[in-house]
Structures are given as structure tokens and as C-alpha cells.
T-cell receptor
């Protein structure tokens, strides 16, 4: 059984700070890693994915993957109150069945 | 603009009733998924389908069945609803894995909040 672990939070950061969200996983065979954002009462939406070790940047978001240490992170620079949401980490192993973490709640306060 | 729609946002059913949840996508995606989401438990996969008339069990298939007669439509069926099936049900679709994309590039519908009394 693949497992994806996330700290449930809430993670509270001031507006303008860097928010760092972390995810660890148990299956070394996992190939693809995804971050979804879910606002309260809404469905998840894909914000980033990463396949290779290292960093991947998209605007204010940076995904970091370290397969040797089995963790993936999401950094949000210049955090805004509109970034307040639950962030779900997800991975896909060789079976193509997705596994989601339980999510980390982020609160960005003015 | 990609779109996944679900037949109802809110649904209230009685114990023992047969319940149908419908999902339609207009993106010509091969893969479709049904999840339930509960506080503290996250997203759990019930069933998924990678082609018309094909289905695979997810992590929690007990008490559910699915139907995919057309590519764009994936239905979740609760044969005999029970109170422990009260939950938020989310449908998602994704394109075929090509190496450049992934089955986890999922697009979610708005969800159906089902209450079984």
C-alpha cells in the first residue's frame, strides 16, 4: 500500500512570506508527483506536477522533488490571503492508480 | 475550457435506497474516477475506468458499483445506501497516459454532497 504523508496543519504564514508545504511518500517506485489546491467547499484543482529530481518553477510556485529522500515540497513565494486553502500532495506509481495525501491546510494572514 | 459536471450538488436519500450519481466530461478523456472525501480521511478512490465498459476497483469499492457505457459518462451506483456512505463524492477525468502527461492530471467536478438518513 502506497502511503503519502502530509502534516495536516494548519500552517499559518504572514502575507508576503514563503509558505513551505511538505510531503513524504513510502513507495520508491513512484514516478509522478502532483500538487492540488482545494479551497473550502470546492473541488481540488491541479496546480503543479513534477517528474524529475530538482526544482520546477511556475510563477510564485516551486515544486521540489528528492526521490532519494522520498519527499516532495511545494513552496509558495509572496504568499497571498487568496492562497489560503488545503494543499493535496498526490503521486502515481507504476500501477497508474493515484494516491493522495490528506492535505495540509494553509492560512495566509494579512 | 475543460469541464466535468456532476448531476447534483446536494442529495438526500434514505437508508436502503438505490442511488445514482452521474458524471459527464467534455474533454474526450479516456480515464474517469470516482472518489469520496471525508474530513480527516482525505480523498479515497472508489472506482476508476480507463475505457468504455472497463472498470477497476480502487481502495474502497465495497457497497458501490459503476457503469461506463459512453466515453463521456461515468456513473456511480450505491446499491443500497447506508448512513456510512454519507460523504462528498468527487468525479474526475484525465487524459490517457502518454509519457508527457499522467493519469494524475485530473480535472475534478464540483462534487455531490450525499446525505443518507
Amino acid at each position: 500500500q502506497k502511503e503519502v504523508e502530509q502534516n495536516s496543519g494548519p500552517l499559518s504564514v504572514p502575507e508576503g512570506a514563503i509558505a513551505s508545504l511538505n510531503c513524504t511518500y513510502s513507495d520508491r517506485g513512484s514516478q509522478s508527483f502532483f500538487w492540488y489546491r482545494q479551497y473550502s467547499g470546492k473541488s481540488p484543482e491541479l496546480i503543479m506536477f513534477i517528474y524529475s529530481n530538482g526544482d520546477k518553477e511556475d510563477g510564485r510556485f516551486t515544486a521540489q522533488l528528492n526521490k532519494a529522500s522520498q519527499y516532495v515540497s511545494l513552496l509558495i513565494r509572496d504568499s497571498q490571503p487568496s492562497d489560503s486553502a488545503t494543499y493535496l500532495c498526490a503521486l502515481e506509481g507504476g500501477s497508474y492508480i493515484p494516491t493522495f495525501g490528506r492535505g495540509t491546510s494553509l492560512i495566509v494572514h494579512p | 475550457d475543460v469541464k466535468v459536471t456532476q448531476s447534483s450538488r446536494y442529495l438526500v436519500k434514505r437508508t436502503g435506497e438505490k442511488v445514482f450519481l452521474e458524471c459527464v466530461q467534455d474533454m474526450d478523456h479516456e480515464n474517469m474516477f470516482w472518489y469520496r472525501q471525508d474530513p480527516g480521511l482525505g480523498l479515497r478512490l472508489i472506482y476508476f475506468s480507463y475505457d468504455v465498459k472497463m472498470k477497476e476497483k480502487g481502495d474502497i469499492p465495497e457497497g458501490y458499483s459503476v457503469s461506463r457505457e459512453k466515453k463521456e459518462r461515468f456513473s456511480l451506483i450505491l446499491e443500497s445506501a447506508s448512513t456510512n456512505q454519507t460523504s462528498m463524492y468527487l468525479c474526475a477525468s484525465s487524459p490517457l497516459w502518454t509519457g508527457a502527461s499522467s493519469q494524475l492530471e485530473q480535472y475534478f467536478g464540483p462534487g455531490t454532497r450525499l446525505t443518507v438518513t
